[in-house]
């Protein structure tokens, strides 16, 4: 497989150099007529036909592992218009003999950066994976380093954790405005183009430059969604894709807070469960129902006075920020009791880190970029996707954040509540419609609190031809590492090319 790519990719190097020869001999006006004419039947032949300048990425991590920049048109509706960078990375495959291709790597997002995937996510894939494929990393458009968008957003204005208030709705609607105002201010037409469908078309790009009849790919979050755009967009190209912690592609959007939030109270009352049976553990109660009412009379606490744990400021509304480590029920057990402690007086041991609220949004970058450029092409992807899914009625999120808040307790008003996509205009093209049969296996966990397990059970369902491992009893959001069983399938699939035959489950360590 890897010998015919190769000499595939050599013959149209050939090709090329035999057409630039023939062109110098002709008149100007005759080459010229030439290339005008190759370029009609293939218009994006000026990207697919780059060669990469590779060079070492940085000098802390090894010398293997490295960089180059493309260029992709802006608008591939106009490909001799406006070009970006995508910033793509490798780690070439260990074994040329058994070489079988290219691994894509994407982190989610939208708004995450790729570009150093083939060394963290390599770190722990297996070797005979590490064999056989170049970890490929990218920074998909408008990210990281694949010229980066900047709304010039502040701190203030990257905090997406806003509950619904009567007193405070009008400033949310001010935020959601002023966030999609400030974007279309600093990067104007370019939006539009900052797209999932567009990513897809990159990625393809960047198949055709490494020389590759197909592509494999792993991806997490809201890679998976990207993921099954491609398959939609090139399912020819599609090789082995792995989809970990799935979003359901029907509900990408707004559904995706929402799902959020219907899927915390579950996972809030199988915590209440546990705890209860620890209580000589955690003191938090000897019911499912005293441990709620703890919980609960906590929020209505830190609401009068907030409560001070570890050097942070909790009010009512910060502990309910937290509902995403409900899915993890030890540590969740772990934070509420110290929690409790704090707002006794007593002197808890010292908190670890709450997990926060899981989100299509990713935190603040460290890298060399614009500080705000995570957050804002992440909603500059997510709205020019799916804006036209998004109520332009300010009242409407009202009218959704109350119901929620009464349907949710823990999040609903949050998850409901305007976003900046209310005010965005609309991307180059509508969202893609995920619908086939091509082969893909997806991972999830029972209790994933970003990507919920709902979720990745209708993407399995859009994608008619993949199988889908649940881990029973898995917490937390992505399953890669976490699971020996789920690992050692999407290892066979990656290497061999077989699925299982049905769908598995595999069963969380016993906690």
Known sequence: MSITVRNTRIAS???????TASLSALTPATASSLSDAAAAKDPLRQYTQQTPRWQRCNAKNPATYQCATLKVPLDYSDPGGKKTDIAISRLKASSAKERRGVLLLNPGGPGGPGLDLPVSVGADLPGEVKRQYDLTGFDPRGVGQSSPVSCSLTADEQDLERPYKTGTFAKDVEWARTVAVKCQAEEGDRLRHLTTRNTARDMDVIRAVLGEKKISYLGFSYGT????????????????????????????????????????????????????????????????????????????????????????????????????????????????????????????????????????LPP???????????????????????RTSWPRDPEQYRRDAIRDKNRYPLSGDFDSNIKPCAFWKPGSEPQTTVTNKVPVLILQNEWDPATPLAGGQAMHRALRGSRIVTVAGGEGHIVNGTNPCADKTATVYLTTGRLPAKDLTCRAPAG
């Open 364 to 386: 603040a970058s460290s890298r060399d970029t614009p500080p705000d450029n995570e957050t804002a092409s992440a909603w500059a992807v997510l709205c020019a996707d799916t």
């Open 225 to 360: 969604y990207l993921g099954a755009v491609y398959t939609q967009m090139f399912p020819r190209r599609t090789d082995r894709f792995v989809l970990d912690s799935a979003a359901d592609p029907a509900r990408y959007g707004r559904g995706m807070f929402q799902a959020m939030a219907e899927r915390a109270g579950p996972a809030f009352t199988r915590w209440t469960e546990w705890t209860a049976r620890r209580h000589t553990t955690y003191e938090l109660g000897r019911t499912p129902a005293a441990v709620r009412k703890t919980y609960w009379d906590l929020i209505a606490r830190a609401d009068r006075k907030p409560i001070d744990y570890g050097g942070t400021l909790f009010t009512g509304d910060t502990i309910r920020a937290q509902r995403a480590m409900f899915s993890r029920v030890q540590k969740a057990a772990a934070w509420v009791a110290g929690l409790k402690k704090a707002a006794e007086g007593k002197k808890p041991a010292p908190p670890g880190t709450p997990e926060q609220a899981p989100s299509p």
């Open 13 to 19: 190097l050939i090709s090329v150099g035999a057409v």
